[in-house]
C-alpha cells in the first residue's frame, strides 16, 4: 500500500504558474506509475498527465499539452506537476494518484489516491 500527499495548491491569476507536489509514502514508489487527475465541481474527475515508473513515457491530456509537465524524482518518492500559463479553465481539485497496472488513463487504472489539492485561477 502507499499513501498519497499532494500540496501546492493556490489562488493564482490567470496567466499565472504553480508546481504541485505528491510525496509517497509506504512500498516502493518506483513500482507505480503516477498519475495527476482534476475535478471541477459537478464534473468528472479526468486525467492530466501520466509518468511510467522510470519517469521515460509520459502522457498528457489534450488541455494540458504545452503548458504542464509532469516529472518525478523516485529517490525523493515524489511526482511534481508544474503548471504554467494558468487559465481559470483549470480551476479544479487535483489529484495525484498512483497505478500498479500497464494502464493509466483512467481512474479505474489507479489504485491509490490523494486527498486532493484546490488550484483556483482567477481571471
Known amino acids: 500500500q502507499v499513501q498519497l500527499v499532494e500540496s501546492g495548491g493556490g489562488l493564482v491569476q490567470a496567466g499565472g504558474s504553480l508546481r504541485l507536489s505528491c510525496a509517497a509514502s509506504?512500498?516502493?514508489?518506483?513500482?507505480?506509475?503516477m498519475g495527476w487527475f482534476r475535478q471541477a465541481p459537478g464534473k468528472e474527475r479526468n486525467i492530466v498527465a501520466a509518468?511510467?515508473?522510470?519517469?521515460?513515457?509520459?502522457y498528457y491530456a489534450d488541455s494540458a499539452k504545452g503548458r504542464f509537465t509532469i516529472s518525478r524524482d523516485n529517490a525523493k518518492k515524489t511526482v511534481y506537476l508544474q503548471m504554467n500559463s494558468l487559465k481559470p479553465e483549470d480551476t479544479a481539485v487535483y489529484y495525484c494518484?498512483?497505478?500498479?497496472?500497464?494502464?493509466?488513463?483512467?481512474?479505474?487504472?489507479?489504485?491509490?489516491w490523494g486527498q486532493g489539492t484546490q488550484v483556483t485561477v482567477s481571471s
Open positions: 509518468i511510467s515508473r522510470s519517469g521515460g513515457a509520459i
Open positions: 509506504g512500498r516502493t514508489f518506483s513500482n507505480y506509475a
Open positions: 494518484a498512483a497505478s500498479t497496472g500497464l494502464t493509466v488513463i483512467t481512474t479505474d487504472d489507479y489504485d491509490y
